[in-house]
């Protein structure tokens, strides 16, 4: 399954928000730098989904807030 999301990082905390338009919005407490903001998206990401975080896959967007993300 592929989803559209957008990140919004250095956020208070860390949650997923379904917008009108069915698109995710991804809030992380952590910064843009060296993959750290990626790496928190992943894990909430497989949280919520309950899956394992070797099943998100971020397919397109890995500089950008703007991604698509596959689930296993």
Do not use: C, W
């Not at 399954?1 to 917008?19: A, H, P, Y």
């Not at 993959?35 to 949280?47: F, H, M, P, Q, S």
């Not at 899956?51 to 991604?67: E, F, L, M, N, Y």
Request: proline share 4%.
């Amino acid at each position: 399954m592929k989803l559209s999301i957008q990140v919004k990082t250095n956020g208070r905390k860390n949650e997923v928000t379904v917008r009108e338009d069915g698109s995710l919005l991804v809030t992380v407490n952590a910064p843009p730098i060296e993959g750290r903001a990626n790496k928190k998206v992943i894990e909430i990401l497989a949280d919520y989904f309950h899956r394992p975080k070797s099943a998100i896959v971020i397919a397109a967007g890995k500089k950008g807030k703007h991604k698509i993300v596959e689930i296993l």
